[in-house]
């Protein structure tokens, strides 16, 4: 009896056993799965932020500066006047880039030449959220360094000029030093202040501003505190109607 009880036993013994490394085979190749996936998506970001680096500069186009009145950081005209135009933009924004060769000129000789309006540029970095370089925030970062040498607008108009699409590489840190050496920048200030992200402060608060002024994408115009057509770029027309009423109302 003892035998067959030894025999009985074995049977059942044995498939649980079968089982359970069935399971541990399966749970091996699970956990094998995961950490080479991990590993596979660590190597694909790790690419797309070591290359750009490893790069070449590539052709820079240097901008033509445009004459702007009474220029201080990043703005200009003068601070009493009685209309204050706040632009929220995004250096990767087609739209910007449309809106600072086309209309922006428009606005400076129309208005912020004569003394009635004083422009300021916001920064509203948004474009490079969710990708994997931060050429946005990058770039805000160094059109502010410039400013330190009351050179923005210039930076600015380099950055404009140099776009290629959104998150595609334009702005990498290594052209964004480039940009600054083409324009003639005190290199080892823009570069301890780029590295060290000075202006961070000063961005996310335009950031905060944009959020709670009800920005809803770039570029917003605000004029004297109201957003004009939100969800889509302003004409000129536009603007100068707000402009010219708000102009009316102080007098002007």
Known sequence: MSKKSSTSRKGPVSKREAVRERRKQK????????VLGVVGVAAVIAALLIIPSLLPVGDIIVATPHERPMVDGRTMGDSNASVTIEVFEDFQCP???????????????????????????????????????????????????????????????????????????????????????AIGLDMPAFNACFDATLHEAEINTDLELARNSGVTGTPSVMVNGRIISPGFVPSFQQISDVVEAELANSGN
């Not at 749970?27 to 995961?34: A, L, N, V, W």
């Not at 509203?124 to 360094?145: G, H, I, T, Y």
């Open 27 to 34: 749970q091996r190749k699970q956990r094998t799965y995961i």
């Open 95 to 181: 739209a910007c880039k449309s809106f600072t060769e086309q209309i922006e000129p428009q606005i400076v000789d129309a208005y912020v030449a004569t003394g009635d309006v004083y422009y300021i540029f916001r920064h509203n970095p948004f474009l490079d959220d969710r990708a994997p370089r931060n050429e946005s925030d990058q770039a805000a970062s160094a059109s502010m360094c410039a400013g330190d040498e009351n050179r923005f607008w210039d930076y600015h108009d380099m950055l404009f000029a140099n776009w290629n699409g959104e998150n595609q590489g334009a702005f990498s840190d290594k052209r964004l030093v480039a940009f600054a050496e």
